[in-house]
Nanobody, 125 residues
Framework: QLPLVESGGGLVQPGGSLRLSCVAP????????VGWFRQAAGKEREAISV?????????CAADSVKGRFSISRDHAKNMVYHQMNNLKPEDTAVYYC?????????????????WGQGTQVTVSS
């Protein structure tokens, strides 16, 4: 399987927006879901949201990002996107996309066997 590749991170001011992109080769044929995760310095990696092959979405970090983050996909391009609006300093982290071939536990890290290298998002004035 080809690796996943994220892009779109960077430095943004509080209140700004970023859209992260993930190339997920094989999403339509090999994977049951592709998710976005993040890991802040000194903290555990956490799931944010997952979009499944059938198009349904699991919002895993609903409270902290509710109304600000969203996930979408372009099946034809094997792309998964992560739109982040009204960014806050506490959103600073390395953001990863990952893919799973299982249909369960999509909001946990265990099912994900394919990970991207991560992209740094820094929210600071």
């Amino acid at each position: 399987q080809l690796p996943l590749v994220e892009s779109g991170g960077g430095l943004v001011q509080p209140g700004g927006s970023l859209r992260l992109s993930c190339v997920a080769p094989g999403f339509t044929s090999d994977y049951q879901g592709v998710g976005w995760f993040r890991q802040a310095a000194g903290k555990e990696r956490e799931a944010i949201s997952v979009i499944r092959r059938d198009g349904t979405i699991a919002n895993c970090a609903a409270d902290s990002v509710k109304g600000r983050f969203s996930i979408s996909r372009d099946h034809a391009k094997n792309m998964v996107y992560h739109q982040m609006n009204n960014l806050k300093p506490e959103d600073t982290a390395v953001y990863y996309c990952a893919a799973t071939t299982t249909v369960f536990d999509h909001c946990t890290l265990r099912p994900y066997g394919s990970w991207g290298q991560g992209t740094q998002v820094t929210v600071s004035s």
